[in-house]
Structure formats: structure tokens, C-alpha cells
């Protein structure tokens, strides 16, 4: 039996943005037991041209509700980009995986063959609703996922392959 792709999909995002919430949580008793302040943390970037540890989250949220808009007729929630604190981030994460939460496999029925339009600023790309899932939406998020992994990692906060892949507490 082929996979679908709600099985490709939904799982997989679902699984990811609960390791971000155990980051998040992580990050929290880090700066608690540290005497650092969670702003930090949130503000925290690897580079100063990438988005800081919030734009990260935001952007793996996006990523998540983008695909279930373009690949089914269900409308997304819009969450502005306005999350100050960890408390804030993990909230959206919780809004994201509720909001995921509601797509059942019939939504997204014959997706693969649907056209999907990406309008960049400089750059407009179609693809099928496979390719979007395959060649931009799993990428996209994992590349924030692993960021806002690398951005805590690189502030000191204790965690390692285990937590990324969700095999530990």
C-alpha cells in the first residue's frame, strides 16, 4: 500500500513541532537554572542576516499551516509574528499542532496532483502538491526546526541528537 499524503504530512509535522516544544521547554529551564534571561533565548540568532530563535518557531508554524492551506480547501488560522517570550512561542507551537490536529485524510485526498503556485520576490515556482510536500514544505521545515535547534545549541542549552530525533524526555 502507498503512502498518503496525509501520512507523509500531518504525522511527521506533528512529531516535529512536539520536539520544539521539549526544546523550548529545555531552553526555559536553561536560562532558569543559568540565571539568563528567556529573552535571550528568544532573540538569540546564529548569524546577523537569519532570523532569531522567534522567527525560527514562527517559520516552522508557517510552514506547517502553508501545506494544509495550499493542498486542501480547509481555511488556516493566521498567527502574527509577535511572540516575545517562550511561553508565547511554545503557545503557537500548541495553536499549530491543535490547528493540524483537525485535518483528517480525507482532506487531503488527491492532493498530490494538485497545482501549487509559490510566489517569491524574485522567483515564482508550480509544482504538484507532491513536489511542494517533497521539495519544499519538508525541507523548509526541517531547516527551521534543525535552526532553531543550532540556535539554542549554540547558547548553551544542554541537548543533543537524542532531543532533535524526540528519543529522549
Do not use: C, W
Not at 101 to 109: I, L, Y
Amino acid at each position: 500500500m502507498a503512502l498518503t499524503m496525509y501520512q507523509l504530512s500531518i504525522p511527521a509535522l506533528v512529531r516535529g513541532l512536539g520536539v520544539l516544544t521539549r526544546l523550548l521547554d529545555k531552553a526555559e529551564a536553561h536560562a532558569r537554572d543559568n540565571g539568563i534571561s528567556p529573552d535571550d533565548l528568544v532573540n538569540a540568532r546564529l548569524a546577523p542576516d537569519m532570523l532569531t530563535l522567534a522567527g525560527q518557531v514562527q517559520r516552522v508554524s508557517d510552514t506547517s499551516k502553508g501545506l494544509v492551506g495550499r493542498l486542501t480547501s480547509i481555511e488556516v488560522p493566521r498567527f502574527p509574528d509577535e511572540e516575545k517570550t517562550l511561553d508565547e512561542l511554545r503557545q503557537r507551537v500548541a495553536n499549530t499542532v491543535a490547528f493540524l490536529e483537525t485535518v483528517a485524510p480525507a482532506d487531503m485526498e488527491d492532493s498530490a496532483a494538485r497545482e501549487v503556485i509559490l510566489n517569491f520576490p524574485t522567483l515564482k515556482v508550480t509544482l504538484t502538491g507532491e513536489e511542494y510536500l517533497l521539495k519544499f514544505v519538508l525541507p523548509n521545515f526541517y531547516f527551521h526546526l534543525t535552526t532553531a535547534y543550532d540556535i539554542l545549541r549554540h547558547k548553551g542549552v544542554s541537548i543533543g541528537k537524542g532531543d532533535f530525533l524526540g528519543l529522549t524526555a
